[in-house]
Each structure stands twice: as C-alpha cells, then as structure tokens.
C-alpha cells in the first residue's frame, strides 16, 4: 500500500483525532496501522511482532485518554510504533531507526507524548507511580497509564513497583498486555464478563457501602468483612489470575480480548472514573494481522529487514560468516560436551545469545531465568559455590542491570562466573538504550574479576577456554554482528590473563587495538603507510605485562588506544593510569580514541562507526594527524 493511501490516517494528525472515530473507521484505522508498520519495518527492520498486536489495545487507549495532558508509559517500547504513528509522527515513520530519525523506543525529547523513555523492560509500573505521586502532591488531576508485558513481568522491578502501588493506592492504571496465555472463547467470554460488572462503578460503590455496614456489627464486623472479601476473590480466581494482583491491593479486571477496541473503549472509560490502583489484563495475539509473524513471533519479534510479501529475509547468501554469537554457542556446546559441570544460564535471550543449540543438547544444565538479570547473576553464584562452571550469557547494555549481584555476589566471594557479553560496543539501530559501550568502566575496577575483549571469533573461542579453567569472576565481551571470516578452530589453547599480542613490531609509534577494533586498526595503518606497530591488547584487566617491556624496548614515543567504549573508564584510561602510575608518561604521548562523553544515537553500526571516528577510514586520518602533530612537537 502507498502510504498516500491510508485514507484514515490521512485524518490523523493528532492523537485526540482518533476520538473523532467510529467502530468502523477505527477498525479501517487499525489494518492502515499495521500495513504502515509491516512496510516500514520489512525496510528498516525493528520490533515488528510486539507493535503489530497492540494496535487495537493503542487506538482503545487513546480513544479514551488525552496524551496532552494523562501520561502514557510503555515498558521497553517495543510495542510503541502505532503509538508513534497516532502521536504526530506517521510523516517521519519512514525514518525509524535510521540516523537522524526517529528512535525505535519511546524518547522524551522526540516527542511530548513520550512521557518516559524506555529500552529496558519492567520500568513502567515503578515509573507510573512516581509520575502518579508527583501528579497528586502537585494537585493536578490527569491520568496515569501504565502498559507492560507479560514477559517483563517476570522482573522483580515490576513487582517492586506494584507492590508500593498497592501501598499507597494511587489513582493508577496498569495494563498488562498479555501475548503468550491462551483461553478459550467460552471461558475468555465469562471471565471478561465477570471483570467487568465485579469492577464496574456501581459495583465498587456497592462493595464499599456493604464493608462498611458489615464493620458496623458487634463483634462479629470485621471477620465477616473479611469472609465477603475471600469470597469474592474466590469466584474471580475460578475464571481469572486476578488473585495474585489483588493481593498487591489492585483491582483486578480481565482477562480482555487485546483486539476487542469497543470491549477495550468501554472498560477504560468506566477506569477512568476510578481514584484507585487498578490492574487491566487485556490478552493479545503477537504479530496480529500478519500471517509470517503470527506464526513465528518470536523471529519477528526483533527483524532485520524482510520481504513484506513472504516474510523471508531480504538477503541470505549461502555460506555466509559466523556471527561472534554464533562462534559463541557453538564453542560453548562444544566444550559442554567434554566437561559436564558446564552450565548456561540467559535472561530470556537463548537465541539472542546465541544459547539455543545448548538448551537443545543439553536442557538439564540451560537456564533460562526470564527478564532477571540480578536473579542470573546470584543464581550463577550459588551455582559456582558447588563447584559447577555457569556461563551468564547477557548482551552487555543489560548486564549494567546486575552491577550489585556482579560486585557483591560473584566478585567479593571470588567465584568463578564467566560473563559473556554479547552485543557489545556499537549495536546499531536500536540506539542508546542498547548501545554496550560501558562495560569496562563498570566491570575493570571490581576487585578479583579478569575482563577480556578478543579480536576475532577463535580468540573469543580460546578465551572461553580459558575462562572456564580460571574458577574466577571471568569476563568476555564481543560484539554484535558477522566476525571477520575465520572458520572455528578444532583445537582450543588457553591465553593466560595478562597475555597480550604484538601484531606488528614498527617504529615510533605503537597502536594498541581493543577488541572489535583490533583489525580496522591494522588495516588504517596499512592505508596510511605508517611503519607503526600494532598490538592486540585482549585483557584490559590485568592489562598484560610484556605491554611495559615492549614500549621500553622497541622505545616508543607515541602510544595510541583505539577502542569501541567511552572514553572515561574505558581501556584507554586504564593504560594512561598504569603507565603513569609506572613513570613512564614523561617522555611518552599516549593518545586514547573512544567514543565521547554521550549517549550515542541510533543508526547503523557503520554510520555510527564513521560519524565517531572508528572506521577503518577514519582511523587512518586520525593516525596521520597523530604523526604530524608529533613530528611538529
């Protein structure tokens, strides 16, 4: 379809136009939505499944709410594209996740009716009732909307939250959009039924009238309020989960057909009338109204671009190039098989990760927790404690969520956890919220832990060795995307913590490549014909003795550290500090390229790659600019 074409949303320009609508124009509306998504998303890829099946559950919401003024706060954002389109962006929906457009996420500063930026799951519900407290003690009046998924609801954080919720009892709304639990039409008809009349207005009035006439009886008041209301919840939990939600002290109502939107429109407008903690579980079908994610929603859960037609991928070319994940997982299967003390844990990533081939050789020993990176990194620890070897496979943004399980739990009992961190550095289109760019800062000054970055997929499958033999806190981070075409070696060597690799020997000079950047390193020295050596660094933590001996050897007047980090607390930094520490910066230059003190944008890892000055290209001018400048001092 055109998107000229979208006569519905030609009317929509902003979100209170959707009000203006009827059932059929609303449905019309709705099969627009997700011909726009499926178009866009086959081009630039994204999160196609989770925004496909809430398109209906979003037209309901904002049919009753008012963005302007009640705030809306997705949990990840994965499911906020028709969000996006309804809110004054479908002329810049083409730009999604391209450099200089708009984000794949909900972001504050792109749009007022994101209300809070996301990107890591389960922060809704805590983020709500902040903005839900802040709304009551500044006497204003306006709603808060929570929606958050079924998959984050198995983080502490959103139990957290809804358990101060309760406390407080707060005018809130959370929704819980609900993907994976099927029901059949009969019961889904009764129990949706029951929700609503046992939740309705006239219902709560009543309910509270007939508590207060109960506590009024001598002696008997109170355990008969008490029975009332254990009935109550009895008959609710015989057709519903309700039970766990109003144990935190939330009115339970649901579950709702997701793609329902006059079911959904009514329920939200009798809501909207409540003053109190109210939880509305509405059950949705991933990938709805398209038929290849409708079948494998978990593929096109997160996509790369696609034929809108078949659903297949735009380009697959036949014996292509391992991805580090893929090197990963087949080498962690590998050794699997000869040591049996070997397990896996991930945080509802085993095919992100790179973990599914194990959770199918070996399903006794592959754990996956769900969206918990602390619980993974405490159950790692005990797990270690009786002598077995976890393998905590988490990309690197996320990982940042367990700082307190790595320092207290793994590093302070000295036990050995490998962590490996997949998707770090640049990861590209989804931006700053999954941008693994702060992994040596936050890992490199905990006491007893060994961080490693490998150069390519056979140091990675050689450092996976040696983090299993070391029983210590081990960590190894690689990134996102295809290596550089080495094929898997058969037989693994160990490289001792400590041990780095002299490359090229060269004059002056010395470049010292941090993981990714090892090798477009050495191809910008080839490119500007410096006669400069080139050093694989591999640990930053112990950052390798022989280092110190080859710069007082080889009497190097300039040292340059190129790395895929921040600049402050990255590998640079370290080799400044321990050379100064050494005495050695008098007569020696050591300049550091990282990325600069920012959240960097989305867009592709080779855009952004160019844009900071870590291609192969830039490399070369800044090293000739170093050359000069050094020349001329």
Wanted: hydrophobic fraction near 40%; charged fraction near 25%.
């Amino acid at each position: 379809m055109d998107f000229n074409e979208n006569k519905q949303l030609d009317l929509i320009c902003e979100p209170k136009d959707v009000q203006k609508l009827d059932s059929a124009s609303l449905s019309k509306l709705a099969a627009e939505i997700r011909d726009l998504i499926i178009q866009v998303v086959s081009k630039n890829g994204g999160h196609l499944a989770p925004s496909l099946g809430v398109v209906e559950l979003t037209l309901a919401l904002l049919k009753v709410f008012d963005p302007s003024q009640d705030r809306i706060v997705w949990d990840v954002g994965h499911q906020a594209y028709a969000y996006k389109i309804l809110t004054g962006r479908k002329d810049k929906f083409f730009t999604l996740r391209k450099l200089g457009g708009i984000s794949g996420f909900p972001k504050i500063t792109e749009s007022p009716f994101d209300h809070f930026g996301v990107g890591h799951s389960s922060t809704s519900i805590s983020a709500a009732l902040g903005m839900a407290v802040a709304r009551d003690l500044n006497k204003q009046k306006h709603k808060v909307i929570a929606i958050i998924g079924d998959g984050s609801m198995t983080a502490g954080l959103a139990y957290e939250g809804l358990n101060q919720a309760g406390d407080l009892g707060k005018d809130l709304i959370v929704i819980l959009n609900d993907n994976e639990m099927s029901i059949s039409k009969n019961v889904g008809a009764l129990s949706s039924f029951l929700s609503r009349h046992l939740s309705s207005r006239w219902m709560i009035t009543l309910k509270k009238e007939i508590e207060t006439f109960l506590k009024q009886i001598p002696k008997i008041g109170d355990e008969l309020v008490s029975y009332a209301r254990k009935s109550e919840g009895a008959l609710k939990n015989i057709f519903t989960p309700g039970i766990l939600f109003e144990a935190f002290k939330f009115n339970y109502i649901g579950p709702l057909d997701g793609h329902d939107i006059e079911g959904l429109t009514e329920v939200f407008n009798t809501v909207k009338t409540f003053d109190f903690p109210v939880l509305i579980h509405v059950l949705t079908k991933k990938g709805k109204g398209y038929l290849p994610a409708e079948k494998d929603p978990t593929y096109f859960h997160g996509v790369g671009s696609f034929e809108p037609e078949t659903g297949k991928a735009s380009k697959i070319k036949a014996g292509d190039v391992l991805t580090y994940t893929e090197a990963f997982g087949q080498t962690l299967c590998k050794l699997a098989e000869q040591d049996p003390k070997i397990v896996a844990i991930t945080a509802a990533m085993p095919e992100g990760t790179g973990l599914d081939c194990f959770a199918k050789k070996f399903p006794d020993r592959f754990f996956d927790v769900g969206i918990c990176e602390q619980h993974a990194v405490t159950f790692a620890a005990g797990l270690a404690k009786e002598g077995l070897k976890p393998v905590v496979a988490i990309y690197s943004t996320f990982l940042q969520r367990a700082y307190d399980q790595i320092v207290h739990d793994v590093c302070l009992q000295d036990l050995g956890v490998v962590f490996c961190l997949d998707r770090a550095g640049l990861v590209g289109e989804d931006g700053p919220t999954h941008h693994g760019v702060f992994d040596f800062a936050y890992l490199s000054h905990i006491p007893n832990i060994i961080v490693s970055a490998p150069k390519d997929e056979q140091e990675l499958q050689h450092l996976l060795l040696t983090a299993l033999q070391q029983a210590k806190p081990f960590a190894i981070r690689y990134p996102r995307g295809k290596g550089v075409g080495l094929s898997l070696s058969s037989e693994l060597k160990p490289i001792p913590p400590g041990q780095g690799e002299l490359l090229k020997i060269g004059q002056d000079g010395l470049v010292i490549g941090v993981g990714s950047r090892v090798y477009p390193a050495g191809e910008a020295l080839e490119a500007s014909g410096l006669n400069w050596g080139l050093y694989n660094l591999r640990y930053v933590k112990p950052i390798p003795d022989d280092l110190v001996q080859i710069i007082k050897q080889r009497k190097y007047k300039l040292i340059i550290v190129v790395e895929e980090h921040v600049l402050t607390g990255g590998a640079g930094s370290l080799i400044l500090s321990y050379l100064n520490d050494l005495g050695l910066l008098a007569k020696l230059k050591v300049k550091r390229i990282a990325l600069p003190d920012l959240f960097v944008e989305h867009g592709s890892q080779v855009e952004l790659r160019k844009k900071y000055g870590l291609d192969r290209e830039s490399l070369s001018k800044h090293f000739l600019a170093m050359y000069k400048e050094t020349l001329e001092t």
